[in-house]
């Protein structure tokens, strides 16, 4: 799809992060938006900013685990638009823990927005988005897609089974005018780490406020950078986008080393402060 002007674009997770700079940017591209998040106040504070740069966004309270939810939003923006032609499953949180004190309830919430969030987004609009003539449908896993890392076992399972969803979801897809790609981001400096819930944190916040400084300063990408290279990706019709030269690293290990790899997770461990 080299030309998004005039196209209709939806993003979830879209009131922080890369989520609100792949609305700013898709709007800059000429993109009408619809954009969903679960909190109002950052998602009227996106549509704003969209709205102030003479862009057009329908917002929609959304829990993108509740398959309902996601498929009334997709109603509403067919209803509203008449017509999508690219939709992004951005919406994600991280929970750390080891496997061993990881709760069921903390995990199955990771996977509930993680995984089947990416789950109902697709299966909610993907029967529209094969009428069209062209269409991308983009979901983001993590550099954590490739790498399993201790302590992120809940954030490693679902961003893993995004991978193997999206990768099946391209052969499905083969023949029709629909591009499904897997966003592999590295480290990008949001406030996902800040606001994630952590077994290893809950009564210590110094310990908290230490990893998330540590994981800012180590992030080498910023949410702005980020949202440019998927938008590129996504007008050069790419499957894979890597986003971030940590991203580029940990995929040419992974794929030289496929279990090798494991011997540098301490390292990487140690730089995030855990």
Same mark, same amino acid.
């Given at each position: 799809?080299?030309?998004?002007?005039?196209?209709?674009?939806?993003?979830?997770? +879209?009131?922080?992060? &890369? #989520?609100?700079?792949?609305?700013?940017?898709?709007?800059?591209?000429?993109?009408?938006?619809?954009?969903?998040?679960v909190n109002p106040r950052g998602l009227e504070e996106t549509a704003g900013m969209i709205a102030s740069r003479g862009g057009?966004? %329908?917002?929609?309270?959304?829990?993108?685990?509740?398959?309902?939810?996601?498929?009334?939003?997709?109603?509403?923006?067919?209803?509203?638009?008449? +017509? &999508?032609?690219?939709?992004?499953? $951005?919406?994600?949180?991280?929970?750390?823990?080891?496997?061993?004190?990881?709760?069921?309830?903390?995990?199955?919430?990771?996977? $509930?927005? $993680?995984?089947?969030?990416?789950?109902?987004?697709?299966?909610?609009?993907?029967?529209? %988005?094969?009428?069209?003539?062209?269409?991308?449908?983009?979901?983001?896993?993590?550099?954590?897609?490739?790498?399993?890392?201790?302590?992120?076992?809940?954030?490693? +399972?679902?961003?893993?089974?995004?991978?193997?969803?999206?990768?099946?979801?391209?052969?499905?897809?083969?023949?029709?005018?629909?591009?499904?790609?897997?966003?592999?981001?590295?480290?990008?400096?949001?406030? %996902?780490?800040?606001?994630?819930?952590?077994?290893?944190?809950?009564?210590?916040?110094?310990?908290?406020?230490?990893?998330?400084?540590?994981?800012?300063?180590?992030?080498?990408?910023?949410?702005?950078?980020?949202?440019?290279?998927?938008?590129?990706?996504?007008?050069?019709?790419?499957?894979?986008?890597?986003? #971030?030269?940590?991203?580029?690293?940990?995929?040419?290990?992974?794929?030289?080393?496929?279990? #090798?790899?494991?011997?540098?997770?301490?390292?990487?461990?140690?730089?995030?402060?855990?």
């Amino acid at each position: 799809m080299k030309k998004l002007e005039g196209k209709v674009a939806v993003v979830t997770g +879209a009131a922080s992060g &890369i #989520g609100r700079e792949l609305a700013a940017g898709l709007a800059g591209e000429g993109c009408r938006l619809a954009l969903s998040d679960v909190n109002p106040r950052g998602l009227e504070e996106t549509a704003g900013m969209i709205a102030s740069r003479g862009g057009q966004a %329908l917002i929609g309270r959304v829990n993108v685990a509740d398959r309902k939810e996601m498929f009334d939003f997709a109603e509403q923006v067919i209803s509203n638009y008449g +017509a &999508i032609d690219i939709v992004i499953n $951005n919406a994600g949180i991280v929970y750390t823990s080891t496997i061993e004190d990881l709760s069921y309830e903390d995990f199955e919430r990771v996977m $509930n927005i $993680n995984f089947w969030g990416v789950v109902h987004g697709t299966k909610a609009f993907l029967g529209h %988005l094969k009428t069209r003539p062209a269409a991308n449908l983009v979901n983001i896993s993590s550099v954590y897609g490739l790498w399993g890392l201790a302590t992120q076992a809940a954030y490693n +399972a679902s961003k893993f089974a995004v991978r193997g969803f999206t990768e099946a979801l391209m052969q499905e897809l083969k023949g029709t005018g629909v591009v499904a790609s897997v966003v592999y981001p590295g480290g990008v400096r949001t406030n %996902l780490v800040k606001n994630s819930g952590s077994h290893l944190f809950d009564t210590d916040a110094v310990k908290k406020e230490k990893f998330v400084s540590k994981f800012n300063s180590a992030a080498m990408t910023t949410p702005e950078k980020a949202a440019r290279i998927i938008i590129s990706g996504i007008k050069s019709d790419r499957r894979r986008i890597r986003v #971030g030269p940590d991203a580029v690293l940990f995929d040419i290990v992974q794929r030289i080393f496929p279990t #090798g790899y494991q011997r540098l997770a301490p390292y990487v461990i140690r730089k995030m402060g855990l």
